[in-house]
């Protein structure tokens, strides 16, 4: 039997590595090359923006959720540091900011892509 930990441990790179293999056939992020077990994922869009607004929607929608105790904060800043982003000082603000100017019928290119991919 697995244990716990180590069993989400698992699902969370199976879960990564199907997401990166689903994104190199469709774009070729990963060069075609597949991502190893022990190979650390990396981001490669250049607006951070959008990483934020994706992390922030899944947690939201409790498809990942903090730790007790950890808060939204802190689990957007490990999802960061574990794909290789460093966020830049005034991230909360800009996140924060990319929501308050929108109209109630924008949708971030992000999720946008995403919909238009399985569509």
Same mark, same amino acid.
């Given at each position: 039997m697995i244990e716990s930990g180590k069993l989400e441990l698992l699902v969370k790179y199976k879960c990564i590595n @199907?997401?990166? #293999?689903y994104l190199d056939s469709e774009f070729g992020v990963l060069q075609h090359k597949k991502v190893e077990k022990h190979t650390t994922p990396i981001w490669i869009d250049k607006n951070q923006t959008s990483f934020l607004q994706l992390i922030e929607g899944l947690i939201d929608l409790e498809y990942i959720s903090p730790?007790?105790? @950890?808060?939204? #904060?802190?689990l957007i800043r490990e999802c960061a540091t574990f794909f290789g982003i460093k966020l830049s000082k005034n991230w909360k603000s800009n996140l924060s900011k990319s929501k308050n100017e929108l109209n109630s019928n924008y949708?971030?290119?992000?999720?946008r892509s995403l919909i238009q991919l399985w569509e």
């Amino acid at each position: 039997m697995i244990e716990s930990g180590k069993l989400e441990l698992l699902v969370k790179y199976k879960c990564i590595n @199907q997401l990166f #293999e689903y994104l190199d056939s469709e774009f070729g992020v990963l060069q075609h090359k597949k991502v190893e077990k022990h190979t650390t994922p990396i981001w490669i869009d250049k607006n951070q923006t959008s990483f934020l607004q994706l992390i922030e929607g899944l947690i939201d929608l409790e498809y990942i959720s903090p730790r007790p105790n @950890q808060g939204k #904060e802190k689990l957007i800043r490990e999802c960061a540091t574990f794909f290789g982003i460093k966020l830049s000082k005034n991230w909360k603000s800009n996140l924060s900011k990319s929501k308050n100017e929108l109209n109630s019928n924008y949708v971030p290119e992000i999720f946008r892509s995403l919909i238009q991919l399985w569509e």
